[in-house]
């Protein structure tokens, strides 16, 4: 039954013009807007063919975990990129992280990953798979 269902995944923000701006203006995304006054939301339309649905909440509480992870060819380039755009990398304590902000990782995981925050306090990350 849901196998052949286009399902998608969606997340809350504090400020939805703030979100607006930052997935499609600072990361480049393709965003859309629906809806109008305190049903307004955005959705996210990601090269895979999948979306992302975004909606305000009163009561955000920033995701603890990654929401969105983003596979890239070149991280090294994709950090470069997001520190060019005004992005800052998150260092977290358990985890050794080089000199831009990433993490070597390996050991069936993917060989490289670094987390940043969306203006709603939302992880994302940037990840090189082997």
Do not use: C
């Amino acid at each position: 039954m849901f196998g052949q269902s286009k399902a998608f995944s969606g997340f809350s923000v504090d400020d939805l013009d703030e979100a607006r701006r930052f997935y499609g203006e600072t990361l480049g995304l393709q965003v859309e807007e629906s809806g109008q006054g305190d049903m307004r939301m955005l959705t996210i339309k990601l090269g895979s063919g999948a979306q992302v649905f975004v909606y305000p909440k009163d009561t955000h509480t920033p995701a603890s975990f990654t929401i969105l992870n983003f596979p890239v060819d070149d991280i090294e380039a994709a950090v470069g990129d997001l520190e060019r755009r005004g992005v800052t990398l998150e260092r977290y304590a358990e985890f050794d992280h080089d000199e831009k902000g990433i993490v070597r990782v390996g050991d069936g995981g993917p060989a490289a990953i670094a987390w940043f925050t969306d203006p709603a306090g939302n992880v994302l990350s940037v990840l090189q798979e082997t």
